[in-house]
Structures are given as structure tokens and as C-alpha cells.
């Protein structure tokens, strides 16, 4: 695979020409204000050069785009005035699942409070069997973006068909991949079209690998603005719901340019353990943490043992601040 | 949850009058020939009964309709006149991906000359990567069901987005979901309404329970006709591509009525592998298997290590019929 | 490292003289019945050349006495008139632990009956918890000696301490070492200086090549009558109690020239899945089951759910004996 | 199980004597200044009762005296005036293997100075291969115990054979027992009845409950001074040697009394992961870290890839002050 970084404001048809007539297949983009060019077979395209490529990297990862061997700078995802990747930790917090206006409302007030930048929601859920609750879907988005507008956070929920991509482009500001769909290369591509914020989790059997040719999906489509969020991986271990790979996540971010989140509300499994595993992922070097907020997390619709209280949630809004900035970072 | 099996030709309007003035969930279904009511939570429907109730079943487990609680003689997939799940060992082959008509031809004649009785190729392929070959998706749908047709096979290929259904309705005769969509719950509702048969593999991340509850999801949507197909898990092990978990496979024989299939290839992930794989599901107790063949796999545009030659596909399925004998089964 | 198969009956004095010469390290060994010498590291050999030497092999793989690009034949390991890995597929039965001289003669008769080779049982065992029964350690290897004698069984049994070795030099044929000893390197040395037949047990958490490893610390005393066995990994799956990989014991096969074993109790964890995992194991080509057997299960000190009654192992050995027959093969 | 903790300074013979007339087993210890009787099977124990008996404790889980539910004051392992599990963090540091005096003293030197309590270093080594360095053996323990001594340092080593335990209970100040050796019962027996300090890594294979049950078979011995050691455990990511499982780390802290460490060496594999590793550790509530270092890494006869220069080491130091500083601790 070549990657060829175009020269600002040159002319390329002659490159474009070049591969035309030999027998790669190749695809232009613009990513992160740069043209590119991607080209494959090695064979057919090792010996072409032209003056409109200012650097060429023959690329030997099996992914390309979200390899940090073009891109040294880290990338910054903007989401109106959040910016994940920055020198600030963001937070995104709220309810696993939107049960009514009144709880997002509860909550995203809370969180906000305590110092989250973004709120987050399941509207649509994946869940593990057809009997527990399925989340309000559409109305669930509806919810979201009210309280999102009236608090003032923009807003993260995940999307599960590419059936509803119109409803995500019109209501969302960050689009998550969940776990289950990692490796739902439809859904990839349809949220690499949209060109909006992804969150894309890494799913719970996939490698650190693996993660990063999912993200090669969508910015394959044009789509830079991703972020790499570890969730926890299916290991032998039952103590813990799932094991978060802190491990991986460093190794992923020596790999790739993209901000890297740390979900530790699904890995965790219960709420006991979900500060210890904030701290971790801070400390580590994660860009953001996601995390699982309900006024009466009792009384919650789904994955009641996890999500923290609002009380619990400003303690560790606080333990993460003052870890933040010992370690040069802000919260 | 409870599971009402219905008296046949019995009116049960007056049990859906009580459901309905309780504050339970219900769903009505009809599923190999059986009217059946499932109810849910417990509290509100444990003391309801009605005349109209055959059999009601409290269900503990986190699977309903796929368990053998409820449904002990164990369930036959019909696809034209293959049995899935009857004495005779069922076998599907062909390549791992649709590359052209005559490589499909040359294929099928072989594997079904050697006993096989379905024919599989892959026109969406799921691939770990962008730049590995997508598949021809339409046009392979359409090759695989002329040469299906000419050759006399029903055929077998995977779906990967809820908006492909209806080709999949109008050509394929049995709708596989792969691994990577093994939790794509949108995508196993979708299947659930085709009514088709489906292939419903297992994710490489899944337990076996999860993977009773993927085909729950298929149930749900009143059709029955799933096979449940083990291709190997996630673990450490490198020697082999994926662990063909035969332990899950014969322990999910005993939680289920629904057949199950083996898929030796993607788990060998090399020909070495394949042969041996392929006789130890058939030892253990699988009702059928997948098997990908190729006419010149050195030149396979995917998966081109573990594709058997028909050659040695003819050997392989001398062995099998000659172990199914000495099983009591047939092949 | 280089692997040196000395001519037979051929002076090796200078080709010593040359090595000692050399900074390498280096071992005589006698194995198979031919003189070995293995020298490393690369760099200080490879130029090293004598007439003494039949064959000289540079092996880049991280074992190389286990491995079969120096030996092709496969390996047979004699015990007494028993000889594993020859056609006949070898049965080792009995119980878990041994209990009481009754409860292991009552076992010991009835599967010699069905068709057993060599008597198994536990008198030093490795519990997780140390309230757990801890086994009758010396009292139990009398108890197996004298069972073994009065029935005509070679008897094989657990290795866990360095300083037993005497007992195991003076009263045990095949000497079993564990899973959880799988990398107790002290432990593989002293088996290996002993010189008896060595079941070497997969550890939970090791891959093929680390078992192989294992073997070559045995074979690097000079001890090469070493049977590998595969007794299940660490997986996330909990419907088995461990996941017996049927793939990575194929792969062993094609890597080595030792013979091989299957475990299928420890791995079904309940016995209804014990039948269908050792059919499968014997089907991908095992060439000894090792099968837990107790006069009454139920009352078992130890795997009480696992362990077949004589009556069970009875009906497996016909269904091994016939499959064997299909296979080409004998049990 | 039951334990009961008896009064101080009260005769208890009366209760023994119950005991002993019940068919009950039971066994005496003295651990953390308490009398302690253990007593098991149920049954034969639950009616009994004594005015010796402080506190009767039915305990249900697998492990009873590394449980916190007879203790909930953290325990604190002193070493000399190293006190483990204090507010503390106490840092152990230095070369995978002891190779030479000169090579161990500059290290020792060097982490003193930055800050470390303990000096670690491999004498007896467990390797992979038998081809790989072995270490010095007893020869490496002189070693360790002189520079330890000269520079005013504890020293931790590895045991691999119980035939060793004289040297260790004579040169060494707290004895580790490595992953590979984590269900060497014999060996943590052993241990057991030395009574020097023992870290003990968690296996790869091994669950948190076995791997207190693993503590379990040492303070049944009479040796509360256990350290648990997290090491990274078996699963199927490769961008680490290991996968440190932080949240079975912090869920082990929640099941039990004994001070936690954290090796975050062994599972990055590499050393640009060492630093994040053991800062998330520390995060997330170690109370110990274990770290490689060595003079001159690229030339170290084992772990090359992962052991850290002196310089890179006291750059850790200093970021490990200022985030237990953060969390409220001290280092």
C-alpha cells in the first residue's frame, strides 16, 4: 500500500492519469486538510513518482489512515467547543439507557455540574437478549437533543442500523459504535459518509489491531473525526464484567493519531469498582472517559449494578481533576 | 418469563383479555406448528391461567424459545429437500468468496459430486479490512443462485446490511449471519421477518449462552428455522487461526432443539487443519457442516490458506460418511 | 541453534574438540537411539563442520528435540507391552483420586474389562483450595502399585514435588505431570533425568509452542519418552468447565513426533459431555484418551461431576473401538 | 468453612476437645496476633459453640484467611522498615536476572538513589526454553544478599524448587513466587512454613479467586505476610506481552486484607508501556509496584525488550511521587 501526502494547491491529474493507466486501484481523499492518495498493489505502484506528491510512505501496517507513521500530531476531534485530544480530559457522562425526560434532564444538570462536557445516552440498545428493554429509539434521540440543547452538552448515543443514519445526521453530535457492531463494516462505512464524530468502541473479542482497521473504515470514507474508546475485552476473568485493557489502549495510542476514551462503567460491572478504573485510564494517558451516570441507578431500566449516582459521580469528577493535573493534564 | 404452549383449534382470546388487563408484556407466536405465548415480568403473570393453556412453562434461563425446555424432539431445517438436524449429516461448500461463474460452476459440480448438498459463497464479505476484497456482492448473489439453480443446490451466503434483505429474500435460500454480526441485533430481527432459513454463526467473542440468545432474537420474529453454527473463538492460541470450541458446540446441543453445523475452515485457517477439524465436530455431534472449497485456492482473492482443493474435499468426504457410519448417521 | 545427528559408531572426539574450541555452548545427548549434539548460539557453529556428523540441521523454531523436522517417524512410547502412539489408540482410566484399595480395584477390573490399558488415580493432588481432599500421596501410590500388579495395568500418576521423585523412580510406569505444573521447569528437568514415560499435560494458560517447549525441557535430559497432553485451555466460555482444543492438538501433531493425548474429563466438567469430547479428540486423531472413571461417582472425593461410571466407560470404549474401526485404526 | 476467633489469652482446650469428639477436621493457627481455628466440613462444626470463641464466621467462599471478612484492616507486610500496605507506595526494582556483581550493584545504586525500597533480581529463573539463561542460581543469591546489604537494601528473588528453601530462608528477605509457579502447591507450602514475606504473581492462567485461594495454601501454613502480585494475564491481545488486569487488581483489593503490587513490566513487553502501566497501577490503588531495570538493557541476557535504564527509572519515580502525592499517598 502507498500513501502519497499531496502538495498544498497542486495540480495532480497527471498522478490520477499515472494510476489510471497502471493496474492499481486507488482512492483520493481529504483528510485533516490534506489531499491523499492511497494506492495498492505494491506492485503496480512502487515505481510511480510525480511532482504534485510531496511525501510518499510505503506503508506495511494493515491499517494506513489511522497510523500515526503520516500523521505525527495527534488529532483533535471537535464537537462545537468540546476538543477531545487536547490537553483536557473530557467527560462524557449520562444514562446507560434514556428512560424519560425528566431522568436525562436529572442527570445531564448533575454531570454538568460536576464537570462533564458532553452527555451521553443509549436511545437505541443493543441488548444481549430480545427481552430486556430495548431503549425508546427515536423518541430517545428526541429526549437527548432536548435536554442536550437546554443544558447546553452536546450529545453522544450509538447508533445500531444504517437504516437510521438520517436520525443520527440530523440529532446527534457524536455517533457511538458499539461493541457488538466493532466489526459491522456496513454501519462503519454509513457513519464514515455521515462525516460526523464517531465513538467507536472496540469490540470485546477484537484486537488492538483489528480496532484500528475498523477506524480505517470510516476514514477511509473521509471521515477523520474518530475516537479509539477501550471497553474492556472478553477474558477468562470473571471478578470484573469485562477486563479493561489499559494495556492495549497504550499500545494504541503509540500506534495511531487518534484520541483514545476509556469506558470504565462495562468493564467495571459494578459501581465499586468504576472510580479505580477512571483513575487508571487517566492516568494511562486517556483522552476522555465515558461514563455511566443515573439519578436512582436502583431503579435503571438496564445495567442498574454500574452506573454511579450523581453524588458519586462529582467525588470522582474531583479524584480525576486533581490526578489531571498532577500528571500536567486538566479536567 | 413464561411460556404458554396453546391447545390447538382452542380460542385463547379470553387469555389475551387477562394478559391485557394484567400489566405483563406478552407476545404472541406461532413456531413449528405451536401456538405459543410468551409473558413477562413474572410477578404479573404467575398467577394467570386459562383453559386455553396446553402447557405453561416458568423459565429460568436467559433463552426461551431456542431452549429444550419447552420443545424436547429436536428441530429439522428444512431447505428443499435437505434435512439440517435429521440422521443424514448435511454438508455446504464452495468457496470463501464468489470471484467469478465459472469459479463457481467448476466448484459447485465438484463439492456436490462428493456429497455435498448446499452451496456456499461469499458475495458480502465481512473483511477485517478496507483494502482486502470486498466481495461482488449483487452480481455474486446472482452468479451463486444461476449456477445453484443449473447445478441443483440450494444455496447458503451472508448478509451484512439490514438494507440488502429483500435480495436476499428473492434469491438466497439460506441467509447466513457471520460472526462479526453475531450480536447485530437490527440485523437478526431483520432475518427473524424474512422467515428464510438462516445460518446463525457464532461471534468470536460470544459464549455459548449469548449465542442461544443471538438465535432468541430470530425466534422472537416467528421463525424457527435456525441452524447454529460454531467457528471457532477468540484465545490466546496462535497456532491455529480460531479455537473450534467443540466443548460449546456439544453443550449447546444440550441446551437447544435447533441444529447445529461446524465450520472446520475458519478456525484451521489452514488446510492442514481442516480435514481433522471437519471429522471431530462430526464425532461430537454436529448435524452439518460448512466447508470452504476452491478450485485453485493459492489464487482465492480471500482466506486462500484454508480453501481445500476438490480433491481433497472428496477425500474428506470419504472419511466423513465412512465416521458417520460407524456413528449410526448417515452422510 | 544446530542439531547434530552424529554418524553410529563413529569416533565424534574431534568434532567435540572443535566445539570446545568454539565459545559455543553445547550438549551430547543420546535420544531415539542416535548420538545428538545441539550447539548454540548461531553465530559461534555454523561454520563448524566434521565427518562425524550424519545430518546437521540449523533449527530456527524455539524447540528442537521436540520437534519432527529432525525426526520424521513418529515416536512410540513403550510401556511395558503398551505402546502409545502406535495404531491402537491407548485408554488410561480410573478415578480422579484414589480413595481406598477397594474403590481402586473395583475400577481397575472393570476398565481393563472394557478394553483400558493403563490404570490412572490421583495420590498427590494439586487442589485449588487447600481444604479441599489433598489425596493419600505415598499411601495412594502403594495402593495403585499393588491394584496395578494384582490386575496386570502399568500405572500412571501425579508428579508434584522434586523431592518425590524417588517414589515415582521406584513404583510408578508413566509419571503424569499436571496443568498446573505445566511450567515448573525444576519439575520437567527431574522428570527428565528419571528416564520413565512422561505425561506432560498442557498448562491452562500455554500456548502449543510453550507446551512443546515443556517437552523439549524433558527430552534435554536425555529422556525423549514424553506424551504430550492436551487437556483444555482457559477461554472465557463456562458452559465447559476449560475449552479442550481439539485445533491446537492437531497442530501439536503436525509439529512434533511425540505421540498424543487427550484429556476429555477435565475439560467436560460433567459428564454428559465426557463421551462426545473423547470421540472427537479420537476422530482428530489422538492417540490416548486419559478418562475419568469411579466405582460411584456421586460419592467421588474429588471432580464428582465429571467422572464416568464403569457402565458409561463401558458404552465409550464400543464407540471408541468402532470409530477407531472407521478411522483405520484400533482400540 | 468455619473460622472462629478466639480471646485472647483464654484457654481453649474445652473447644478442642469438641472438635475433636465432632468428626469435624480442624486446624490451629496464629495469624496477625490472633488465634485462629478453622473448621470444616459444616455439619459437623455449626452447632458448636465455647466462651473460648470470639467471633464464629461461617465463610462461603473459596477462601477464608486471605478473605477480609474476618479482617477488615488492611495488612500491612514489613520488611525491615519497608512496611508493604501502608500509605506508602514502596517500589521493588532491579534486573530481570542477576548476571553479574558489578551489573546488580550499579542498578542497585542507581534505584536506591531514585527512590526504590526493595532490590529485586532473578537468580533462579524460569524461561520459556531450555536454551534460554538459566540464571546464576544460588551463585546470583550471594550476589543479590551482597548488594543488597552493601547499599541498605531488603532483597526479593524467585524460588522454583523446594529443594531450595534453606538458601531462601538464609540469604533472602522476601521470597516471590512467579506466575509460572502460582499453583505449585508444594512450593506455596513451603513458603508457607518459611514465614519470610512472599510475593506472590497471580498465574496467567489464573483467576482472582484462585489466586487468593493460592495465598489461601500460605497462610494456611501460619505465613500471613503475603503480597499479591498482578503480572498480566493470558488473552488473546498481542500488542502486549500480557494483559494487566488492572480491575482484577482493584476487585482482589476489594475480596482481601493482603497489600496488592503491580509488575508492569512483564505485561507491556516492550518499554515504552512500562510507565503508563505503572502509573495506571498506582491509580488504581496498588500498594506496590515491581519494576525491571537494568545498566544497559539491549545487552540483557533476558527481557531485554522491557527493563528500563536507570535514567527512564528515576523519571518513573518522579511521576509516580507526584500522582500518589495526588491520590493522597506518599512513594
Request: aromatic residues 6%; charged residues 25%; contains cysteine.
Amino acid at each position: 500500500m502507498m500513501l502519497y501526502i499531496l502538495k498544498d494547491k497542486k495540480d495532480y491529474s497527471l498522478l490520477k492519469e499515472k494510476l489510471n493507466q497502471s493496474s492499481a486501484s486507488f482512492k483520493l481523499l481529504n483528510l485533516y486538510g490534506k489531499n491523499l492518495i492511497l494506492a495498492w498493489p505494491d506492485q503496480y505502484v512502487k515505481n510511480i513518482s510525480d511532482e504534485s506528491i510531496e511525501v510518499a510512505i510505503e506503508v506495511k501496517k494493515p491499517y494506513v489512515l489511522s497510523s500515526n507513521e503520516w500523521k505525527k500530531e495527534p488529532t483533535i476531534v471537535n464537537i462545537g467547543d468540546v476538543n477531545i485530544g487536547s490537553n483536557k480530559i473530557v467527560v462524557a457522562a449520562g444514562p446507560c439507557a434514556v428512560e424519560s425526560e425528566e431522568q436525562v434532564e436529572t442527570v445531564a444538570k448533575a454531570v454538568k455540574r460536576a464537570g462533564a462536557s458532553l452527555l451521553r445516552g443509549g436511545a437505541y440498545k443493543p441488548r444481549t437478549s430480545p427481552y430486556s428493554f430495548q431503549g425508546l429509539g427515536e423518541e430517545g434521540i428526541r429526549i437527548l437533543r432536548k435536554v442536550g440543547d437546554e443544558v447546553g452538552m452536546p450529545i453522544v448515543t450509538e447508533i445500531m442500523d444504517t437504516r437510521d443514519s438520517l436520525i443520527f445526521k440530523n440529532y446527534v453530535d457524536m455517533i457511538q459504535i458499539g461493541a457488538r457492531n466493532a466489526q459491522n463494516f456496513s454501519l462503519l462505512r454509513e457513519v464514515g459518509k455521515l462525516g460526523k464524530p464517531v465513538l467507536l468502541k472496540r469490540g470485546l473479542g477484537n484486537t488492538v489491531e483489528e480496532w484500528l482497521q475498523a477506524a480505517e473504515y470510516i476514514l477511509f470514507e473521509g471521515n477523520g473525526n474518530v475516537v479509539l474508546c477501550e471497553r474492556g475485552i472478553r477474558t477468562f476473568e470473571r471478578s470484573t464484567r469485562f477486563t479493561l485493557d489499559i494495556g492495549g489502549m497504550v499500545a494504541a495510542k503509540l500506534m495511531t493519531h487518534l484520541p483514545i476514551c476509556a469506558d470504565p462503567s462495562h468493564p467495571a460491572g459494578k459501581r465499586e469498582l468504576v472510580h479505580s478504573l477512571a483513575l487508571a485510564a487517566v492516568a494511562a494517558g486517556a483522552d476522555m472517559l465515558l461514563i455511566e451516570v443515573h439519578p436512582t441507578p436502583e431503579k435503571a431500566l438496564s445495567d442498574a449494578e454500574q452506573q454511579l449516582t450523581p453524588e458519586s459521580f462529582e467525588i470522582l469528577m474531583n479524584r480525576i481533576k486533581s490526578l489531571a493535573k498532577a500528571l500536567g493534564r486538566d479536567a
